[in-house]
């Protein structure tokens, strides 16, 4: 007896059995008990429900986000549609230092407030699993108060990733060697220490650190058992894909300028490619990802928001869908995967969501839609219209 089937439902069960048309989903006990064609299914459950044609689709899973911050940058983005690039602004001590400066001031309990109500965009579109960032903090304490703020979401599976190594505070300007010091010995040790720590990243880039200091940081992190992953060749080919794969990092991100090399070094450790449309688009970049090379070495690609408030203030997976296939050419097919079954493996949780297999939580979103393609074709729209949260139907914020 299971505890609840969906029945008259379609099913994008984003594994080898791909969609099935008149399907049945049940779950038990929080996870999914029995996914198939209607036709096979043959037991019963405590309570019935009537999908009414409904796709049913793995819960949402963004890889890549920075959703713990204080403050915006809005002013910013007015300097830049006046001329100032990124790199200007970061240069003048804008960019990610000024959201360093206003979350540092911020309490914890102001931090998660307005972290909750920005996460209400994540929920409404089907979302069960989204990575947060630290990395606004630059130091122990901010650092720490920015992951403990992560894991009190509510609402969905929150996975935190240290990235103490974002930028180089101003109390450390001009001694970034000093600074990754202090971030291998103090501060990504004490994050450890209060098991606050799920992945260790790092931004590689003329704008923040180097190779080797992206090396030390990942050697403090192997230290302490803890994955990686890393903000790869974004702006400029710094070789970040290839030290992403040469430390076994579970992703490169971004990786616009990633060359050939890098993409086979990559497919070589089995580290996938997390692509992030908003910062692109955003950014008003041309430069596109190695989709090509991507495809041809077999990487698999994952997709997130990158929410940020300097470079991609975007809250909608849906609408990162649509940029990664309008912007970069992915197909809806890939822009699905992108943000369910690669992204769950992007995490290192591919045991326990991006598909609708048996055994998965039963974390999965119902959307009125003719095809799952029509998540990637529409802009602006959010057909969901149920969403199930360990087995438990819930309704949209
Ligand atoms: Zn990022």
Redesign the pocket.
């Known amino acids: 007896m299971h505890d609840a089937v969906w029945l008259n439902a379609n099913l994008a069960t984003m594994t080898a059995h791909g969609a099935i048309v008149d399907g049945a989903l049940a779950v038990t006990q929080g996870r999914i008990s029995w996914s198939g064609p209607r036709s096979g299914w043959k037991d019963k459950a405590r309570a019935e429900h009537d999908a009414r044609g409904a796709w049913i689709l793995p819960g949402f899973v963004d890889c ?1 986000t ?1 959703l713990v911050y204080a403050g915006n940058r809005a002013h910013e983005f007015e300097l830049r549609l006046k001329g100032a690039s990124y790199e200007d602004i970061a240069k003048a001590g804008g960019g990610i230092v000024s959201t360093v400066r206003a979350t540092r001031a911020a309490s914890e309990t102001d931090l998660l407030a307005v972290a909750q109500k920005r996460l209400n965009q994540w929920l409404a579109e089907g979302t069960a699993v989204i990575e947060v ?1 630290s990395g606004y903090g630059l130091d122990r304490d901010t650092e720490l108060k920015m992951l403990r703020t992560a894991r009190r979401l509510k609402g969905l599976t929150v996975r935190t990733t240290f990235l103490g190594a974002h930028a180089v505070p101003e109390e450390f300007k001009g001694c970034a060697d000093a600074y990754i010091d202090y971030v291998c010995d103090e501060v990504l040790p004490a994050a450890a220490k209060e098991k606050l720590v799920d992945a260790v990243d790092a ?1 590689c880039e003329r704008i923040a650190f180097t190779r080797d200091q992206t090396a030390r940081v990942f050697s403090a992190a192997k230290r302490l058992a803890l994955p990686v992953k890393l ?1 790869a060749d974004q702006l400029s080919d710094l070789g970040g894909a290839a030290l992403a794969a040469k430390y076994g990092a579970l992703s490169a ?2 990786l616009e300028h990633a060359s050939e090399q890098g993409v086979d070094a990559m497919a070589r450790a089995h580290t996938l490619a997390v692509l ?1 449309p908003g ?1 692109f688009y955003f950014l008003r970049e041309t430069r596109l990802p190695p989709i090509a090379a991507l495809r041809r070495a077999n990487v698999p690609v994952a997709l997130a928001t ?1 929410h ?1 408030p300097g470079s ?1 203030p975007l809250s909608s997976p849906l609408l990162a869908m649509n940029m990664a296939c309008t912007l970069f050419h992915l197909t809806p097919d890939e822009a699905l995967a992108g943000f369910t079954v690669n992204a769950a493996r992007a995490l290192g949780m591919q045991a326990t969501h991006g598909t609708l297999e048996t055994g998965n939580a039963a974390d999965f979103a119902l959307w009125e839609v003719e095809s799952p393609a029509e998540l990637a074709y529409a802009i602006g729209a959010n057909p969901c219209i149920g969403i199930v949260r360990g087995g438990n139907s819930g309704q949209r914020p």
Do not use: E, I
């Open positions: 890549h920075h960032k931004f903000h991100d971004h992030l910062a990158d940020n991609s």
